[in-house]
């Protein structure tokens, strides 16, 4: 019997591409067969609106889900921040690849003057606004949406002091400038630099294939911090950061996790160093440490303002 071919699914910017290739390289190490098989999401087509008024959750990975269930494609690549904390029925993580640069970057046209002035700076996410507000409040921030590319030129075209963007995704495909800083102070989306392949939990080959590209350091730590945005979330999209790294020496994780009010003014943060034995309920224990320093009450605002 011939082997099965396995049908990689993607949206199709370079970005997303890129990691598919990436994907198909590792399962051809292995002697499987692939093939690639690129897809547009609604999130790609639909720039005029803020993700937060596309009802975010799962924008970017709806198209796949589907043309998975409809047995059009075998398994999908994402990147992993872009991914619902809850798959669809039926679709199963089956592999996180090692995580790449977690941190947040400004690309900058110019000088950095405007940093302790007044500027305007572009982000899609609620989250880099909130953080880029607690710090700068007097700056403007305006919405910025599309593939890294797409932003990159609206970048260029536009009178804006800079742009935040993920340090992997350009990293991925050569389009990290000269010109830009680490945000090393911005806490990350939770499982940011990280890439993910979800398969049908029925289809134990591609499972066991894709199985062997898993990199469980990664895993553990994108759980923790998903656990940590899926506790608090709920569903609704908020400016919520996440953070979790092991330490080798030690044998611990260390986890930092933060929730914004939108304007950036209020900021609800946890800090925690636990043994590696307490990583299953680190995220969540972390996400109700935040509801009791007034977390409740500050997610319910958030809901209530991104509904009018």
């Given at each position: 019997?011939a082997?099965?071919?396995?049908r990689?699914?993607?949206?199709?910017?370079e970005?997303a591409?890129w990691q598919?290739?990436?994907?198909?390289k590792?399962?051809n190490?292995?002697?499987y067969?692939?093939?690639?098989?690129?897809?547009k999401?609604?999130?790609?087509?639909?720039?005029?609106?803020?993700?937060?008024?596309?009802?975010?959750?799962?924008i970017?990975?709806?198209?796949?889900?589907i043309?998975?269930?409809?047995?059009?494609?075998?398994?999908a690549?994402?990147s992993m921040?872009?991914?619902?904390?809850?798959?669809?029925?039926?679709?199963v993580?089956?592999?996180?690849?090692e995580?790449a640069?977690?941190?947040d970057?400004?690309v900058?046209?110019?000088?950095l003057d405007f940093l302790?002035?007044?500027?305007t700076i572009?982000?899609g996410?609620?989250?880099?606004q909130?953080?880029w507000?607690n710090?700068?409040?007097?700056?403007?921030v305006?919405?910025l949406?599309?593939?890294?590319n797409?932003?990159?030129q609206?970048?260029q075209?536009n009178?804006w002091?800079?742009?935040?963007f993920?340090?992997?995704g350009?990293?991925?495909i050569?389009?990290?400038p000269?010109?830009?800083?680490?945000?090393?102070?911005?806490?990350?989306?939770?499982?940011?630099?990280?890439?993910v392949?979800?398969?049908m939990a029925?289809?134990?080959f591609?499972?066991d294939a894709?199985?062997?590209?898993n990199?469980?350091?990664?895993?553990v730590c994108?759980?923790?911090?998903r656990?940590?945005?899926k506790?608090l979330?709920?569903?609704c999209?908020?400016p919520?950061g996440?953070?979790?790294?092991?330490?080798?020496?030690?044998?611990t994780?260390?986890?930092?996790?933060?929730?914004?009010?939108?304007d950036?003014?209020?900021?609800?943060e946890?800090?925690?160093?636990?043994p590696?034995?307490?990583?299953k309920k680190l995220g969540?224990?972390?996400?109700?440490?935040?509801?009791?320093?007034g977390?409740?009450?500050?997610?319910?605002?958030?809901?209530?303002s991104?509904?009018?």
């Amino acid at each position: 019997m011939a082997q099965k071919v396995i049908r990689i699914g993607t949206r199709d910017s370079e970005l997303a591409l890129w990691q598919a290739h990436t994907v198909q390289k590792k399962l051809n190490n292995l002697d499987y067969k692939t093939e690639i098989i690129a897809v547009k999401s609604q999130g790609d087509i639909i720039l005029d609106k803020p993700l937060y008024e596309l009802g975010i959750t799962g924008i970017f990975t709806k198209t796949l889900d589907i043309a998975m269930i409809n047995g059009q494609v075998d398994i999908a690549v994402h990147s992993m921040k872009d991914v619902p904390t809850v798959l669809p029925t039926g679709i199963v993580q089956a592999a996180v690849l090692e995580r790449a640069n977690t941190l947040d970057i400004l690309v900058h046209k110019g000088n950095l003057d405007f940093l302790n002035e007044s500027g305007t700076i572009a982000t899609g996410s609620l989250r880099r606004q909130a953080q880029w507000w607690n710090k700068y409040p007097n700056h403007t921030v305006v919405d910025l949406r599309g593939n890294v590319n797409t932003r990159m030129q609206k970048l260029q075209e536009n009178d804006w002091k800079g742009a935040i963007f993920a340090a992997a995704g350009l990293e991925r495909i050569n389009l990290k400038p000269e010109n830009y800083i680490n945000l090393d102070w911005m806490i990350p989306a939770p499982a940011q630099g990280a890439m993910v392949v979800v398969a049908m939990a029925s289809d134990d080959f591609c499972r066991d294939a894709v199985a062997q590209l898993n990199d469980i350091e990664t895993e553990v730590c994108t759980h923790i911090e998903r656990q940590f945005l899926k506790t608090l979330e709920g569903g609704c999209t908020a400016p919520i950061g996440a953070l979790a790294r092991y330490n080798e020496i030690e044998d611990t994780i260390h986890f930092n996790g933060v929730l914004f009010s939108l304007d950036g003014k209020q900021k609800i943060e946890v800090n925690k160093i636990v043994p590696i034995e307490e990583w299953k309920k680190l995220g969540y224990n972390s996400a109700q440490e935040i509801f009791a320093n007034g977390g409740t009450k500050l997610m319910a605002t958030i809901k209530e303002s991104l509904k009018k």
